[in-house]
C-alpha cells in the first residue's frame, strides 16, 4: 500500500523506536542497581531460560488440541522474548519496589534479546527459507544496535537539554509502535487464507492470562523464600521483570526473523494479545502487590528491632 510498510516500517519506524530508547535511557540510573548479580541472575535465567522451555514443553501437550497450531507457535514466540524496557519498570515504581534493579534488567534483558531471542526463535521454531542466518543478525544491528548506540551518544551532547525540556519520549515510542502493530492487524487480516477461527482466539487469549498469573505466583514463591536474601522491594521488581514481554523488541524482530514468512501473521496474534494483557493485569494487582509489600516491610523492621533486656 501506500504506506510502504516494507521500508517505512521495516527499517525507519524500528530504527526510530529503538534511537529513541537510546536517546531517552538514562544509564547513570543503573550503576546502582548494577551489583545486585543474584537479583540479575534470577530475572534473566526466568525470562530467557526458563519460560521459553516451559512454554515449549506446555506446547507439547497443546499440540493434541484442535487450536490453530500457528497460534501455539505464537505463543513460544511470547516465551522467547525479552522483557520490555517501560511497563515492567512503570509498574514497579507504582508499588514502590526496587526501581533501579526494574530499570537495569530490562534495559540489559532488551540488550541480551537482540541477541539471544533470535537464536531461541530459531531454536524452537526455524526460520523462514529465504532469510540467511546472517542477513538476521545484520539487520538487527543495524536497525536495533547501532541506533540505541547513536541515541546514547547523542544523549551524552544534549543531555542538559534534555532533562529541561523533557521531550515525550513514551509518547513517541508509542506513536511508532501503534503504526507498526496496526501494519501487522493489516497483515494479519487482509490475507484471504488467513484461518483464524473463534475459538482458537479465546482459548489463547484464557491460556496467555493463565500464564502470566501462574509465572507471577512461581517467581512470588521463589523470591520470597527462607534463603532467598532478595528484599520485599526486590520481590515486587523480580515479578514484574521476569514476567513481561517486550512488545516493541519483539514485533520488529519478528518481522525480520521471519520476513517472507507466510503464517507471520497468525504468529504474530499472541504476542499483540500479550502486552497489553500483562499491563492490564499488572495494573490490576498493583494495589495488592504493593500492601503485601508494605505489610512485609513493618514485619522484616520489627523482627529486626532489638529487644529490650528484661530487668530482673
Request: glycine residues 4%; aromatic residues 12%.
Amino acid at each position: 500500500g501506500p504506506l510502504k510498510p516494507e521500508i517505512t516500517i521495516t527499517y525507519i519506524a524500528v530504527s526510530a523506536i529503538f534511537f529513541n530508547s537510546g536517546l531517552s535511557l538514562k544509564t547513570e540510573e543503573l550503576t546502582s542497581a548494577l551489583m545486585h548479580v543474584k537479583l540479575h541472575l534470577f530475572v534473566q535465567i526466568f525470562t530467557l531460560v526458563f519460560f521459553p522451555t516451559a512454554i515449549w514443553l506446555f506446547l507439547q501437550l497443546l499440540s493434541i488440541t484442535p487450536i490453530n497450531e500457528w497460534l501455539l507457535k505464537g505463543l513460544q514466540t511470547v516465551g522467547c522474548m525479552p522483557p520490555p524496557v517501560s511497563s515492567a519498570v512503570i509498574l514497579t515504581k507504582a508499588v514502590g519496589g526496587n526501581e533501579a534493579a526494574a530499570i537495569f534488567n530490562s534495559a540489559f534483558g532488551s540488550f541480551l534479546g537482540i541477541v539471544i531471542t533470535p537464536l531461541l526463535l530459531l531454536l524452537f521454531l526455524g526460520s523462514s527459507s529465504s532469510v540467511p542466518f546472517t542477513s538476521i543478525f545484520s539487520q538487527l544491528f543495524m536497525t536495533v544496535v547501532v541506533p540505541l548506540i547513536i541515541g546514547q551518544i547523542v544523549r551524552r551532547y544534549i543531555k542538559d537539554w534534555l532533562e529541561r525540556k523533557k521531550p515525550p519520549f513514551g509518547a513517541i515510542s508509542s506513536c511508532v509502535l501503534l503504526m507498526i502493530i496496526y501494519t501487522t492487524f493489516c497483515d494479519t487480516f487482509a490475507n484471504p487464507n488467513i484461518d483464524l477461527d473463534k475459538f482458537s482466539l479465546i482459548i489463547i487469549v484464557f491460556i496467555i492470562f493463565s500464564v502470566q498469573m501462574s509465572f507471577m505466583f512461581l517467581t512470588f514463591l521463589f523470591s520470597t523464600r527462607n534463603n532467598s536474601s532478595f528484599t520485599p522491594a526486590d520481590t515486587v521488581a523480580i515479578i514484574f521483570c521476569s514476567t513481561h514481554k517486550s512488545l516493541t523488541l519483539g514485533i520488529p524482530m519478528l518481522k525480520i526473523v521471519f520476513a517472507g514468512y507466510e503464517h507471520l501473521s497468525l504468529i504474530s496474534v499472541p504476542l499483540l494479545i500479550y502486552h497489553p494483557a500483562q499491563i492490564l493485569l499488572g495494573s490490576l494487582l498493583v494495589p495488592t502487590i504493593k500492601s503485601w509489600m508494605v505489610s512485609r516491610q513493618k514485619a522484616l523492621k520489627l523482627t529486626k528491632q532489638p529487644k529490650a533486656p528484661v530487668k530482673v
